[in-house]
């Protein structure tokens, strides 16, 4: 089955300790899209890649860096994170092409980071 | 600018009753409307979509129809079972550049058998 996958599902780090966490899509979608989310909160756009092209949130802290190498993958970098930083990090996924646009965004099952 | 209000929950509710979570928007244009449900530790799946006034979505049971009048989208089902226990978010889509997700702040439904 076409799907957006994540891993790791569960990822532990330190305080100030880099982590990369991926998302990986056999739907070939060209956007693709990074949010994180908090206990018992809405899901908060953090940036996204339309095609190579990367658009960041206007609020999203430089601590985060994401890199998308081919259309199937997309990485999510924090640099050096902090406790407040600990949330379910979802990746998603939409198809948008030349006078087609379907506006529904596939997710992944999400990665839980804790920070030590 | 565009956002999505919709009832804050816990909703607490017991099998086969009957199931409303309101959802209204603001948005310019004609946004697309979807409904979300997340399982415990899970990603969010979508669970029905409409596009343009008075559509309904509808899938698994849920119902929800894009009230451009009230601007509203509200979800419903007529008989909810325990597996339907989750945090639902209504969500809208505007029309062109990125097409971001605008969440709702999501309700929380538990059925009880």
């Known amino acids: 089955d076409a799907m957006v996958i994540q891993n790791p599902r569960y990822q532990v780090t330190q305080f100030g300790k880099p982590v990369t966490l991926s998302c990986s899509q056999t739907?070939?979608?060209?956007?693709m899209y990074w949010y994180q989310q908090k206990s018992s909160q809405a899901p908060k756009l953090l940036f996204h890649?339309?095609?190579?092209?990367?658009?960041n949130e206007a609020d999203t802290p430089d601590n985060f860096q994401s890199r998308r190498p081919n259309t199937s993958f997309c990485f999510l970098d924090i640099r050096s994170p902090g406790l407040g930083d600990a949330a379910m990090y979802l990746c998603?996924?939409?198809?948008?092409?030349?006078?087609?646009?379907?506006?529904?965004?596939?997710f992944g099952p999400g990665t839980r980071l804790t920070v030590l | 600018g565009n956002s999505v209000t919709q009832m804050e929950g816990p909703v607490t509710l017991s099998e086969e009753a009957f199931l409303t979570i309101n959802c209204t928007y603001t948005?310019?244009?004609?946004?697309?409307l979807f409904w979300y449900v997340q399982y415990p530790g899970e990603g969010l799946q979508l669970l029905l979509k409409?596009?343009?006034?008075?559509d309904k979505g509808s899938n698994k049971g849920f119902e929800a129809t894009y009230r451009k009048e009230t601007t509203s989208f509200h979800l419903e089902k007529g008989s909810v079972q325990v597996s339907d226990s989750a945090v639902y978010f209504c969500?809208?889509?505007?029309?062109?550049?990125?097409?971001?997700?605008?969440f709702g702040k999501g309700t929380k439904l538990t059925v009880n058998p």
């Open positions: 998603a996924t939409r198809v948008s092409a030349s006078g087609v646009s379907y506006n529904e965004q596939f």
């Open positions: 739907l070939n979608h060209n956007v």
């Open positions: 890649y339309y095609d190579k092209d990367f658009n």
């Open positions: 948005a310019t244009g004609y946004p697309s």
């Open positions: 409409a596009t343009k006034a008075d």
């Open positions: 969500a809208l889509s505007a029309q062109g550049g990125s097409e971001k997700l605008v």
